[in-house]
Structures are given as structure tokens and as C-alpha cells.
């Protein structure tokens, strides 16, 4: 007999950091998560909506790259990018449009944090 799975919640994603103390500031402050803890020098923890993210520095060679790109999902992508402008963030695309559906229009805009590790906005605008 083999048992069911069904996974349906993430409980928490890694972001490899090599400067703990330089990630920590980026997410904190530049993009305004709420840090739960830290454990210098190799640890932080931050709340993402219910999502914990977890900044480590590699224990493993096979676990020193980037990260997967994270979509951070805002309601006004626009705003959302010149708040990370006005923060000095390293923007790499503007929002944009990636593609139009139905009921509404997807846009991304790419960023990088302070470790190289690219990141993005999405929003999903609804049609009038």
C-alpha cells in the first residue's frame, strides 16, 4: 500500500548569504520584512506573509549558489518598485508586463539583493 502525499503549504525557504550582517540589513530595511530571530554568524529568520525565510551562509560547497528567484507578490508593482529605488536597491528590469491573460495581466520587475541573489515583484492587475 503506499501512502498519500499532498504537499500544500511551504513552512520555509533558504536564501544562501555569504555576509549575514549585510543580507539581514537588506531584508529588514530595504525590503521591510519582519526579522523573527538570528543566530550570528551563520543565521537569520524572517516572516514572509506566513512563510518563514531563512538567510544562511552555506554549510556545504554544494550548497553555495544563488538562490531560486523569489516572487514577491505586491498589489501595486509600480509603487512597490520606486519604494525599492528610494532604498537603493539593484534594480535589474522594470516592471513590465509578461503576459496577458483573460481576466488580467501579469507584471514582474527583477531585483537583486546584496548577496547577487535576483529577485522579483509580481502583480496580477485585473481588467476594467
Not at 550570528?40 to 531563512?54: E, I, N, Q, S, T
Not at 507578490?73 to 509603487?79: M, P, R, S
Amino acid at each position: 500500500m503506499t501512502a498519500s502525499l499532498l504537499l500544500s503549504q511551504i513552512g520555509q525557504i533558504s536564501i544562501t548569504v555569504h555576509d549575514l550582517e549585510r543580507a539581514v540589513a537588506f531584508y529588514r530595511d530595504t525590503l521591510g520584512m519582519k526579522l523573527l530571530f538570528e543566530m550570528p554568524p551563520k543565521m537569520a529568520f524572517f516572516d514572509c506573509g506566513g512563510v518563514r525565510l531563512y538567510l544562511a551562509q552555506p554549510e556545504e560547497a554544494e550548497f553555495d549558489h544563488p538562490a531560486s528567484i523569489l516572487y514577491y507578490k505586491v498589489d501595486d508593482i509600480q509603487g512597490a518598485w520606486s519604494a525599492l529605488r528610494d532604498r537603493g536597491a539593484d534594480l535589474v528590469r522594470e516592471p513590465h508586463v509578461a503576459a496577458k491573460m483573460p481576466d488580467h495581466e501579469l507584471w514582474l520587475a527583477f531585483f537583486k539583493d546584496t548577496e547577487g541573489n535576483t529577485l522579483a515583484l509580481m502583480s496580477e492587475a485585473r481588467n476594467a
